[in-house]
């Protein structure tokens, strides 16, 4: 429970560890990790300064665990292998920033698009064939007991699948319909959107491009979608309540991110860890409430104590 509150520092912890200025917080040990990421271009693996390569590092890490989480709890759901897809996208996209190949073809979006095919082709065959062996031992129990097998593989199943298949392109989606220094691909319709977020020749929606304001919003989300998955499947655990924590404060940086509020005081540090206190009181007060009448018939099966009969 502690983990998961730990948990929600990530998107921001690159605030309290470093300002905008490039100073260190007093309590940070100067451990010299920003030399030694350094390139020649005077970047941090590729990342214009050491805060943003923090940020983004922290972010992923968010997202990977909490996907994580959610395949870990969504056990005999349909769509759990699918959650593996995501949880391969993100950790791909990690591997990336840390060994610096964010700039070389490992990167390219059409190399993406074809592993994440290949890969959910391959999980979905999986699935096809767990599923078809799973029904077979289902009927010939219905041939003795007398009781129908549902059916496994049905429209929602499908429709799930595809949408976990989306949304683990969210991180990357940014590739796909831009181009570095350029802005939008040529068959992508232009739609004004990004005209409209510019207030200036500088900043686009307070970002420095329309690319990286893709970049963030759907790792944002793809972030959100995460945590609400692990939440919702994350029935009578006892934990469940402390998953408010990090989904308010993700559900937090898409809203503050969607109205531009990004220099404002509702996006202070302070103001983070102030949310993140309150969530937590409320998470504390849910696990209470929900654990106060627990009685032996509460008590799920799996963690009553075995007693031993004597001999």
């Given amino acids: 429970m502690t983990i998961l509150i730990g948990l929600?520092?990530?998107?921001?912890?690159?605030?309290?560890?470093?300002?905008?200025?490039?100073?260190?917080?007093r309590w940070v040990p100067i451990l010299n990790i920003e030399a030694s990421l350094l390139d020649d271009n005077g970047k941090i693996l590729g990342f214009s300064t050491y805060r943003v390569f923090l940020?983004?590092?922290?972010?992923?890490?968010?997202?990977?665990?909490?996907?994580?989480?959610?395949?870990?709890?969504?056990?005999?759901?349909?769509y759990r292998n699918a959650i593996l897809i995501c949880i391969l996208s993100?950790?791909?996209?990690?591997?990336?920033?840390?060994?610096?190949?964010?700039?070389?073809?490992?990167?390219?979006?059409?190399?993406?698009?074809g592993a994440t095919a290949f890969i959910a082709a391959l999980l979905f065959g999986v699935f096809l064939y767990t599923s078809v062996k799973k029904r077979k031992l289902l009927l010939a129990a219905?041939?003795?007991?007398?009781?129908?097998?549902?059916?496994?593989?049905?429209?929602?199943v499908v429709l799930g699948w595809l949408a976990l298949i989306g949304v683990s392109t969210l991180i990357y989606f940014h590739d796909i319909i831009t181009l570095p220094r350029i802005g939008l691909k040529e068959w992508v319709p232009n739609l004004g959107i990004e005209s409209s977020l510019t207030y200036d020749t500088e900043t686009v929606w307070g970002f420095s491009s329309y690319r990286l304001l893709i970049l963030t919003f759907f790792l944002q989300v793809f972030t959100q979608i995460a945590w609400a998955g692990w939440l919702l499947d994350a029935k009578y655990r006892l934990y469940r309540p402390f998953l408010l924590v990090p989904?308010?404060?993700?559900?937090?940086?898409?809203?503050?991110?969607?109205?531009?509020?990004?220099?404002?005081?509702?996006?202070?540090?302070?103001?983070?860890?102030?949310?993140?206190?309150?969530?937590?009181?409320?998470?504390?007060?849910?696990?209470?409430?929900?654990?106060?009448?627990?009685?032996k018939m509460n008590i799920s099966p799996q963690n009553k104590p075995i007693k031993h009969k004597p001999e």
């Avoid at 929600?8 to 917080?25: R, V």
């Avoid at 990167?107 to 698009?113: A, E, I, R, Y």
């Avoid at 219905?142 to 929602?156: D, E, V």
């Avoid at 202070?268 to 949310?275: A, E, N, T, V």
Wanted: charged fraction near 15%; hydrophobic fraction near 50%.
């Fill in 8 to 25: 929600s520092l990530l998107p921001f912890l690159h605030e309290l560890i470093i300002d905008e200025n490039g100073t260190f917080a």
């Fill in 55 to 78: 940020y983004y590092f922290f972010a992923e890490t968010a997202a990977l665990i909490a996907w994580v989480g959610w395949f870990i709890v969504a056990r005999n759901k349909p």
């Fill in 90 to 113: 993100v950790g791909y996209h990690l591997f990336l920033i840390l060994s610096d190949n964010r700039k070389t073809d490992l990167n390219n979006f059409d190399l993406k698009l």
């Fill in 142 to 156: 219905y041939t003795t007991f007398g009781s129908p097998p549902k059916r496994i593989i049905t429209g929602k």
């Fill in 247 to 295: 989904l308010g404060l993700s559900l937090h940086q898409i809203v503050i991110l969607m109205l531009d509020k990004s220099d404002t005081v509702v996006n202070l540090p302070d103001m983070k860890l102030l949310i993140l206190l309150l969530l937590g009181v409320l998470a504390g007060i849910l696990f209470f409430f929900n654990n106060k009448g627990l009685t």
